[in-house]
């Protein structure tokens, strides 16, 4: 059975957020298949900032020091979400971007898992080696504005940052992209923008369902 992870990073309501949309038109397609699907909403998790506390931690760990309160939440998240990871044959990140970039939340997963020698090792070579070459990535994102001309891409650094990390970083093969862009900037054609992308959300995970991953 394929594990699937659902990496939900939107806290908005769906009547008001395009990403929020897409989470729950790629749900539903899903309802009813042999997918073993997970959720892992960013929002409703305990995900305290990385930061000196979680660095502290680790140390404390070494030298068999009592953690704080706020060390132990940050070290169990971490592992949470490392372990949401690692069960995962394909992960599916539904997100926005905001100010040109991820949500804060999302960013803190990933710094949970964005570890050496759990997602990626250096060679003796020095040469940067993503360690999740098995494991496949979709994202789902929604951005307001135009981002996919030549002029406005290198703005972008939501799907831009998320391919690079997962696909450049940690190795896994992107499968899928779904990016529904200028429902904002064309507002007069915002209904027929959002219509045609939840339609190719709907693909996805139509495509999702026949995927055979072999372990």
């Keep these: 059975m394929t594990n699937v992870l659902v990496v939900k990073a939107n806290n908005r309501p769906a009547d008001q957020a395009v990403s929020s949309k897409m989470y729950e038109t790629f749900m539903e397609e899903l309802k009813g298949s042999d997918l073993n699907i997970s959720v892992y909403d960013v929002y409703e998790e305990d995900t305290p900032y990385f930061g000196q506390d979680l660095l502290e931690a680790f140390g404390k760990l070494q030298s068999g020091e009592e953690l704080s309160d706020l060390q132990k939440r940050t070290l169990a998240a971490k592992q949470k979400a490392m372990d949401a990871i690692s069960a995962a044959d394909v992960v599916v990140f539904a997100f926005p971007l905001w100010n040109l970039t991820i949500p804060a939340k999302l960013h803190t997963f990933i710094d949970y898992v964005f570890?050496?020698?759990?997602?990626?090792?250096?060679?003796?070579?020095?040469?940067?080696?993503?360690?999740?070459?098995?494991?496949?990535?979709?994202?789902?994102n929604a951005r307001g504005g135009v981002y996919s001309t030549p002029e406005a891409a290198p703005m972008d650094m939501g799907v831009n940052y998320m391919r690079n990390v997962f696909g450049g970083m940690f190795g896994m093969q992107i499968i899928d992209e779904v990016i529904i862009e200028g429902h904002n900037a064309m507002s007069d054609k915002a209904q027929e923008i959002i219509a045609n992308g939840l339609e190719e959300v709907k693909a996805a995970a139509k495509g999702l369902k026949e995927l055979t991953v072999i372990a």
Excluded: D, H, Q, R
């Design 115 to 140: 570890a050496a020698g759990f997602a990626f090792k250096y060679n003796e070579n020095g040469n940067l080696v993503g360690l999740m070459p098995e494991k496949k990535a979709i994202f789902l």
